[in-house]
């Protein structure tokens, strides 16, 4: 069964740091491009970040998180992680990892993923 499981959320300071996995059982990751979600209460799905498959080459990210958030793929652990600095109050939500075999360009779109992690919660307050 192909199933992606994320961690390391948890609770941090403004301006600390945060690694999320993404890994994934029952297929090879590397075949698929992964993408990072995010929901905030009240607030609808969002992009955050995405890499191509294989080699990875290819990434993309949300305007908000340029800069700050960096996305990589370790295919010898099958995950993919998400580096979180400079985190600030409003990149508190539930972030997911996603993944769709699909070659080229990674994508934000959300309708493109058909395999979808449970979540896990960042919180960012003093």
């Known amino acids: 069964q192909l199933q992606l499981v994320e961690s390391g959320g948890g609770l941090v300071q403004p301006g600390g740091s945060l690694r999320l996995s993404c890994a994934a059982s029952?297929?090879?990751?590397?075949?698929?491009?992964i993408g990072w979600f995010r929901q905030a209460p009240g607030k609808e799905r969002e992009g955050v970040s995405c890499?191509?498959?294989?080699?990875?080459?290819?990434?993309n990210y949300a305007d908000s998180v340029k800069g700050r958030f960096t996305i990589s793929r370790d295919n010898a652990k099958n995950t993919v992680y998400l580096q979180m600095n400079s985190l600030k109050p409003e990149d508190t939500a539930v972030y997911y990892c996603a993944a769709v075999k699909l070659g080229g360009l990674c994508t934000l779109s959300q309708s493109t993923y058909n395999y979808w992690g449970q979540g896990t919660q960042v919180t960012v307050s003093s």
């Open positions: 890499i191509s498959y294989i080699g990875g080459s290819n990434t």
């Open positions: 029952g297929f090879t990751l590397s075949y698929y491009v």
